[in-house]
């Protein structure tokens, strides 16, 4: 998911009332299961999980989860903490890629 001008302004500058801020973890679950990424970032009102991420040249971007909200149900015996599994799909060079993430999150 690209980001517009505007929804890049809302998330550098705190996010707007209807973004909720989260603690998030997410881990992809099959293939390399080393890579993980956490940190801060934001839920939006559609369910859209945003984190703020840098890439290997040093370079800032803005990475979207899909239907995170919908997909990720309460931990039992924990306040505000959720965690679910999402499924992205991707195009890369004419083929059509499928990655499935675990997701937890905390709200703030």
């Not at 956490?38 to 803005?62: A, D, H, I, M, Q």
């Not at 039992?76 to 965690?83: I, R, S």
Request: hydrophobic share 30%.
């Amino acid at each position: 998911m690209l980001l517009c001008p505007c929804q890049k302004a809302k998330i550098k500058n705190g996010g707007n009332p209807k973004m909720k801020k989260v603690v998030y973890s997410i881990k992809k679950v099959r293939g390399n299961s080393d890579d993980k990424i956490s940190g801060l970032g934001f839920l939006n009102e559609e369910g859209t999980l945003l984190c703020r991420c840098v890439s290997k040249t040093g370079k800032p971007y803005t990475r979207a989860f899909d239907d995170v909200e919908q997909h990720c149900f309460p931990v039992f015996g924990k306040e505000n903490e959720y965690k679910g599994y999402v499924t992205m799909y991707y195009e890369y060079e004419g083929r059509d890629i499928e990655a499935e993430y675990s997701v937890w999150y905390k709200t703030v």
